[in-house]
């Protein structure tokens, strides 16, 4: 079975990418053979549907569209904004990001769901209206509405508006009962592989509202995260002792003969070099990191930090 990494920062390490994804193409020899890439999400920076991460992605929106494209890679843009109002759907920069990645599409997504383009979304608002005005793209249920009692996530899969859907990531290891999803639900799933939130945090969604308030520009104080470990940041170290964590030997081992091939990578508020290292953990054999990381760190454009 093949696995499907959708990989974070589509407009925020936009230079990584470009150096990155010629190695990818070039150098299968590098990459584990059962992997691909799903996608590439992100939003830019000053978005008004945007959600999740406040963005800070500054790369030319038709670069990045070409870029992928060429490289034949579904882009998503994160517009999980859960604050939307009906006055915002008429913002022009919004509008005009879908109209350029819908044209972008390869093909559209009634022949291939490779490469057509995506958005991540929360507002059914928002869904409802890009579905009427930009009908190529697919949609994904954005892990943003914080779907953690499984009853509400199955339905959430049984939408026919969405191709994939993004649970909490303390529904993870909730094995009994993902096992008991049809085969067809299986493939809609995608998991956040490598959360870094505290996992009994109870406060997750109105993290998740602060940052839609601040898309919208509204003035509002900074969420105070209510983990334990706050302080320290995001540390892949500290992810990988998380309760929900999903490491590669857990795709290989459980996900994938179970029938899961989607896994969702977080990381848009990170640096590049952050995202280097779960690019080499997840995609790359161990005999070959160090061969990655030199033709990264040695290619001339790119600023790792």
């Known amino acids: 079975m093949k696995i499907y990494y959708h ?29 691909e890439i799903g996608s590439i999400y992100g939003a830019p920076s000053d978005c008004v549907w945007g959600g999740g991460r406040v963005g800070f992605g500054d790369a030319d929106p038709e670069t990045v569209a070409a870029l ?21 759907l008429a913002d022009k920069n919004c509008n005009a990001m879908c109209r ?18 995506g958005v991540i979304i929360h507002s059914d608002l928002l869904l409802n209206y890009i579905k009427a005005k930009y009908p190529e793209f697919y949609f994904v249920s954005s892990t943003t509405k914080v779907l953690t009692d499984f009853e509400q996530f199955k339905a959430e899969l049984n939408r026919e508006e969405f191709r994939y859907v993004v649970p909490d990531f303390r529904l993870n290891k909730q094995f009994e ?5 049809t085969d067809a639900q299986k493939q809609k799933v995608e998991f956040l592989c490598n959360e870094c939130c505290w996992f009994g945090c109870y406060d997750r969604k109105k993290c998740y509202e602060n940052v839609s308030r601040k898309s919208l520009g509204e003035a509002c104080a900074d969420h105070i995260c209510i983990s334990p470990d706050a302080p320290r940041g995001y540390r892949f170290s500290d992810a990988m002792k998380n309760p929900g964590f999903i490491g590669i030997e857990d795709i290989q081992n459980v996900y994938a003969p179970a029938g899961f091939s989607h896994f969702k990578i977080e990381g848009r508020s990170l640096g590049s070099a952050i995202i280097l ?5 997840y995609m790359t054999k161990p005999e070959y990191q160090l061969n990655v990381r030199e033709k990264i760190y040695l290619d001339s454009t790119l600023d790792l930090f």
């Open 177 to 181: 009962k993902l096992n008991t999803l």
């Open 68 to 88: 992928m494209k060429e490289y034949g890679i579904s882009a998503r843009l994160t517009f999980s904004n859960s604050l939307l109002r009906e006055e915002h």
């Open 277 to 281: 290292e779960f690019l080499l953990y």
């Open 7 to 35: 990989l974070p920062g589509l407009f925020e390490f936009y230079d990584l990418y470009k150096v990155f994804l010629p190695l990818f193409r070039k150098h299968r020899e590098f990459f584990y053979d059962w992997c």
């Open 100 to 117: 350029l990645f819908e044209n972008s599409n390869t093909m559209p997504p009634s022949k291939t769901g490779a490469t057509s383009n």
